[in-house]
């Protein structure tokens, strides 16, 4: 993935001037781990020239699944998405970060809370939330059963 491919793209660069970029330039959050950076590519657009919501959740999913892949030493399976919200659209060029933090631990699940940030394009170092979302995973054992979760 290289900032070049990004930069040069047209959508990006006209993209800059939305109106939501106009308020831009909220903190960061400070109680999460940022677990995953990237720049999405053309290939991710749907027909608006948006990036597409299932390219974002995909990277959701991953995203989330670094926090708890610490507490279950082993596979695991995402089992549920409990709640998506599409805050502001992303586009090429972006540079997202993906912060994550647990908020609940169970017997063999963990959810986790994952929001979103954008970096627009030639609006880089100011922060617009996207997305954010609530996602539990479910530790497996070899046969895809759930296991308990002994790590804490
Ligand atoms: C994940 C899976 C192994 C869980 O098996 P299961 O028989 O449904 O498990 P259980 O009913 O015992 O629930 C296991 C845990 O998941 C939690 N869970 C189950 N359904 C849930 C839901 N809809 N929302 C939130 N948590 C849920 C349970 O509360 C339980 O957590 P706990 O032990 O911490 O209390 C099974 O559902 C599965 O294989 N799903 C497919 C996973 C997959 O393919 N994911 C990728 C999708 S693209």
């Not at 596979?75 to 090429?92: G, S, W």
């Not at 880089?124 to 939330?129: D, L, M, S």
């Amino acid at each position: 993935m290289s900032s070049e491919s990004s930069a040069s793209t047209g959508h990006a660069a006209s993209a800059s001037t939305h109106a939501d970029d106009k308020s831009l330039g909220v903190q960061l959050p400070t109680d999460k781990e940022l677990v995953l950076k990237v720049i999405p590519m053309p290939r991710d657009c749907n027909a608006n020239g948006d990036i597409f919501g299932g390219w974002v959740m995909a990277q959701v999913d991953l995203a989330g699944a670094v926090v708890p892949a610490r507490y279950v030493d082993g596979r695991m399976a995402t089992v549920a998405v409990n709640q998506f919200v599409f805050k502001q659209p992303v586009r090429v060029g972006d540079i997202l970060s993906f912060f994550s933090s647990v908020t609940r631990i169970g017997t063999t699940s963990i959810t986790v809370q994952v929001e979103v940030y954008a970096e627009r394009f030639r609006a880089q170092g100011r922060y617009i939330k996207v997305t954010e979302a609530s996602v539990t995973y479910v530790a497996i054992d070899d046969f895809g059963k759930p296991k308990k979760i002994t790590k804490t």
